[in-house]
């Protein structure tokens, strides 16, 4: 079978190579790939900053972002032939700390996670591949390729739901958010907080184009100012960027008793001049706090799924805004100015 390849740290490396049948140690369930989202993570890989290679191998089949169709299942899994799958990205550490001993891998404490696609364990971006029961997640049929998006949608799912525990330390009724960033985690960490009913702000860079035209038809509004020329003091935060500068904006002007999530990853090398007195004095006096949110647990999936069953589907369609043969898989890097999320295809839904 034919799968995308890559040496991590390696740039130029990737290629579409022949490689075995994916091995029965992986799981009994067979399924045949439909599609892979690539992210910033893939680009990263692809670009030689990033990634392991499986223990003892060269080589690491690329692709996180998956759907997929099942083929074979053993009786009692909860699957069948023909179900839409999406496979769980990460998996607990073989010591297990002990997160990962009671099923919470994505808060690992030691770091011995493996991640398919990503670290020590071949991705998803082949024509078929195995996995056990418990790391896969069925999704509606009926959304086709757009299932591709439950694995980032998984990803806000979580930082919602750390935004709910820490916001509900006391009397918890949010009613405006930011989100920062239009990507594909920022548009589906919008959708979410609009169908949570909250009144919610999106922020970006591009002043025309198709990302305010996703915002506005969520029912949201879009910026391309500050934060405090956004909406004033607004309860809750949600950086999808992890540009530096948006990270302290949102610091600086979360509400009294808000929470800020950050889910974007800084680049370092970037100093940003701040007044460190007067952020811990607001944030003291205010009780305000800051998480950082990563991956996601097999019940974020369970959450996410239920979020993109209950959306509007034409809206859904308009994230995926390419879709590249895997044979062609070169032109998904190739961004474009519209571009928001871009999808190799590997097999038709």
């Known amino acids: 079978m034919q799968a995308l390849t890559v040496v991590p740290l390696s740039k130029g490396s990737a290629r579409l ?104 364990h071949d991705g998803y971006l082949s024509e078929r591949y195995r996995i056990q029961p418990d790391f896969v997640v069925k999704v509606d049929e009926g959304l086709g390729m757009l299932g591709v998006l439950l694995e980032p949608t998984s990803v806000v799912a979580k930082a919602w739901e750390q935004v709910d525990r820490i916001g509900g330390r006391a009397h918890w009724s949010p009613s405006s958010v930011v989100v920062t960033g239009a990507g594909p985690i920022g548009l589906l960490a919008a959708m979410i907080g609009v169908q949570r009913g909250l009144d919610v702000h999106v922020i970006d860079q591009v002043e025309d184009g198709l ?13 391309t100012g500050p934060i405090e020329q956004a909406v004033e003091a607004p309860d809750i935060v949600l950086e999808c960027t992890g540009v530096s500068s948006l990270v302290l904006d949102a610091m600086e002007h979360v509400g009294p008793g808000g929470v800020v999530c950050l889910t974007g990853v800084s680049s370092g090398g970037r100093p940003v001049e701040v007044d460190e007195g007067d952020l811990n004095r607001s944030m003291v006096l205010s009780n305000e706090a800051v998480v950082g949110s990563v991956n996601a647990n097999r019940r974020h999936y369970e959450a996410a799924a239920e979020a993109l069953a209950a959306a509007e589907r034409s809206w859904l369609s308009k994230l995926v805004t390419r879709q590249v043969p895997l044979a062609s898989w070169q032109d998904a890097l190739d961004r474009k100015p519209d571009d928001v999320k871009v999808v190799i295809q590997v097999a038709t839904p």
């Open 17 to 120: 190579d022949d490689v075995p049948e994916p091995p029965e140690e992986d799981g009994p369930v067979l399924v045949e790939t439909l599609g892979v989202g690539i992210c910033g993570t893939d680009i990263e890989i692809l670009s030689g900053e990033y990634g392991w290679a499986p223990p003892g191998r060269e080589r690491l089949v690329l692709g996180h972002e998956s759907l997929g169709r099942v083929v074979e299942a053993p009786s009692g899994s909860g699957l069948a032939a023909g179900d839409h799958v999406v496979g769980i990205v990460r998996r607990p550490d073989p010591v297990p700390c002990s997160n990962c001993a009671v099923g919470e891998w994505d808060f690992c404490r030691n770091g011995k996670y493996t991640e398919r696609g990503i670290k020590e």
């Open 211 to 223: 990302k305010p035209k996703l915002v506005a038809e969520l029912g949201a509004t879009y910026h």
